[in-house]
């Protein structure tokens, strides 16, 4: 009895050669959706830690301007309502907020520079701690004081909050070149009324909500 053609192809071996290539498939399958359960889960993770760093920002600079507004009225009260010579700093103590307008200074009072101000507050982490630093600037519609004047009596106060690393002293870890490593910055501004006539009450001019930093350095 002859053996069609047909037949020989159906015989044992080509029944192997099909489960091989479905066993192939399925393999190549699995590894593509385990690819893409890895990445999901990891973009997942790096969101959830930038969601951290930008809430412990926002909150390093609220706690920044409650204090600076309490420092800088009972400087502008002590000195009759007179905040220009707050308005000074050499450019190392420059910073030009996110948005333009004028430049601010790093907030000197009393001898005490608001520059890098750690948190005593631990984040879960021994390693992390939020940082703010203080800045002052005269307010854009006062076109007769300048920059480094005030003629008005007003200022605006400005927070920027960071999460920083820190090392076993509670110092921010810096690198090469003095800066601390830092996550996703939070600016926040306020303007202070220092007029000696009424209150000094703080307002809030604007927030930079969406911060300045993409993620840890």
Known sequence: MKTSRTALLRGPGHRRGSALIIVLLVVLVLTIVGI????FSSTEDRTSGNAKMSRVGFYAAEAGLRLGESVVTGFA?????SVGMLLNG???????????????Y?????????????LTQTLGDANQ??????YVRNNQEDVAGG???????????????Q????????NPVRDANGQPTVGITKVLEEQLDANPSGSA?????????GGTGGGAK
């Open 106 to 118: 790093i907030l000197v009072l009393n001898g005490v520079t608001y520059k890098d101000v750690v």
């Open 163 to 170: 999460m920083v690393l820190v090392d076993s002293g509670g």
């Open 129 to 134: 701690r939020p940082m703010y630093s203080l």
């Open 36 to 39: 893409g359960v890895a990445f």
């Open 77 to 81: 009260q002590g000195n009759n309502g």
């Open 147 to 161: 920059d480094n004047g005030d003629t008005d009596f007003k200022i605006n106060l400005i927070a920027v909050g």
């Open 90 to 104: 050499t450019p190392a103590n420059t910073y030009l907020p996110p948005g333009g307008g004028r430049p601010a």
């Open 201 to 209: 009450a703080a307002t809030q001019k604007g927030a930079n909500a």
